[in-house]
């Protein structure tokens, strides 16, 4: 069945590095993948969306690269803040045009 | 910006109650979508909607219904609650006739069944 891995383990980093999130896939070849940022107690914020034939996407300190060979999308944070603590979510299309969801990885940048 | 408004933050009922849960967006959005989220499973699909009256299952659909009777509503029906389904439920909206469009969502009702 499809299925998306995101590494389950917190990610600690200091303020001021890059932080990057992985997201795996396998049994699916999905048009695009999308990431979101959740904060307890809160619902998903969508950040990006990417498609199936763009190598990689950026907003401001965000970048998300797709790499459909390898399966894997990776999510970096440039300049990383104590305010980008969060669980970051990524998701891709099924072949039934839902949105499948990881389970997501939580990110604490200390000052 | 788009606004989802789930009508409970938190809500308590007992085993076997009906339970409603209300998502109203203000967007004009076709599809509207209602997701249960535990821990070590993510987000779960339980229903979704693209259109007035129009339904279909998601990955989870036993034990609840849901009902679209105008464009910007989307009720989530728990028919007779049972403990297993204590969670935290997520109603999201997204624009279009494709489902790859980003999907918004409210804040979420944290329901516990006792």
């Known amino acids: 069945s499809q299925k998306i891995e995101q590494n389950s383990e917190a990610l600690n980093i200091q303020e001021g590095k890059t932080a990057t999130l992985t997201c795996n896939y396998t049994n699916y070849s999905p048009a695009y993948l999308q990431w979101y940022r959740q904060d307890p107690g809160r619902g998903p914020v969508f950040l990006l969306l990417i498609r199936e034939n763009e190598k990689e996407k950026r907003k401001e300190r965000l970048k998300v690269t797709f790499d459909t060979t390898l399966k894997q999308s990776l999510f970096h944070i440039t300049a990383s803040q104590p305010a980008d603590s969060a669980t970051y979510l990524c998701?891709?299309?099924?072949?039934?045009?839902?949105?499948?969801f990881g389970q997501g990885t939580t990110l604490q940048v200390k000052p | 910006d788009v606004k989802v408004t789930q009508s409970s933050r938190y809500l308590v009922k007992r085993t076997g109650e009906k339970v409603f849960l209300e998502c109203v967006q203000d967007?004009?959005?076709?599809?509207m979508f209602w997701y249960r989220q535990d821990p070590g499973l993510g987000l779960r699909l339980i229903y979704f909607?693209?259109?007035?009256?129009?339904?279909e299952k998601g990955d989870i659909p036993e034990g609840y219904s849901v009902s679209r009777e105008k464009k910007e509503r989307f009720s989530l029906i728990l028919e007779s609650a049972s403990t297993n389904q204590t969670s935290m439920y997520l109603c999201a909206s997204s624009y279009g006739q494709s489902y790859n469009q980003p999907q918004h969502f409210g804040d979420g009702t944290r329901l516990s069944i006792l």
């Open positions: 909607s693209y259109d007035v009256k129009m339904k």
């Open positions: 967007m004009d959005h076709e599809n």
């Open positions: 998701a891709l299309a099924a072949n039934t045009g839902k949105l499948i």
